[in-house]
């Protein structure tokens, strides 16, 4: 199997449904709802879309030309069968993933109360029971392994860390959630890495809040970390290359729709243009601009963009 780029992550169905049954009372302190036990609640929307870290950042690379193929586990149901449908329409090569019986396919359940704010009813045992043995795909080429979130089972990524040594690949993650990581594990997937894109918040949470993005690239890079991006969706995104640190706003001013699906979409538009050798004003720029359109609708897959015409962004350098 012969690919640009091998995406691991998750694959899955989104489930959005919102009603006026479904948001908070209006003159209660506390923001929930209530659902009580045997009772009927009106839905007003439903809105179902193929989703997951390395779905969507696959989805993204087919549509700029990029040869990618999809590793995630899934069940043997019907949603297995329609996520291998919609990958193959996309063009995304979908022979690397795994379906077993085991589990049923991951399914995530929003209960939208108003806008950019839901309840979140995730299952995600097929993501979970990804394990090494699953993931190793024969006949292997593949110019990049990008992990669209950090597997659960630690040996993948040591695993294709020594696969990337030996078939002269390259190795991008995206962190978005340390997954229980020992620290020992988590360095080790920080030197092993070609290119480490962080989610700011997460950053700030495990290097203290009080450091500036500047210091957190400093700690990074002090790590072994030669290539970083830092990014929120919906404010400023730090890229670290060459020593120099590149800092752009979002694409255009937001009011988001929906949050799902945009870490995903910033961190896959940033690699596909730093893939296609461009350089990283442009890989900001196509980054926010595809978290962007996707925080604009429900359900991430329609929103991505393919092969814009996009202004490019004005970003402020510094030299660490």
Known sequence: MDLDILCIGSARFDIFISGKELKPDKFSVEN????????????????????GSALN???????????AGCLARTGKDHLANQIKIIAK?????????????????????HIVTERATEINLGYSNSSV????????????????????DLPEDFR??????NWAKVNKAQIY???KDLKGYKKRQFNFVLANSNKVLFPLMLASAYFGEENSPVEIIRQLNGIGVQSLVLYDVTSNSYAFEDDTIFMAPTYKK???????GSEDAFAAGYVSEI???????????????????VMEIFGTRIAILKKPALRTLKVETETL
């Open 32 to 51: 929930n709802i209530e659902l009580k036990n045997d009772s009927f609640y009106k839905i007003d929307h439903s809105i179902y879309e193929a989703g």
């Open 57 to 67: 950042a696959s989805i993204l690379f087919a549509r700029q030309g990029i040869t």
């Open 89 to 109: 329409h996309e063009g995304v090569q979908t022979e690397t993933m795994v379906s077993t019986p085991e589990h049923h396919t991951d399914l995530n359940i």
């Open 129 to 148: 029971a990804l394990r090494a043995k699953d993931a190793k795909v024969s006949n292997l080429k593949s110019k990049l392994i990008y992990f669209a």
């Open 156 to 161: 993948i990524f040591k695993y294709y860390c």
């Open 173 to 175: 993650v995206n962190i």
């Open 254 to 260: 937001l009011n988001p729709l929906d949050m799902t």
């Open 275 to 293: 893939f296609q050798q461009k350089s990283v004003p442009q890989a900001l720029t196509m980054a926010s601009a595809n978290a962007c359109s």
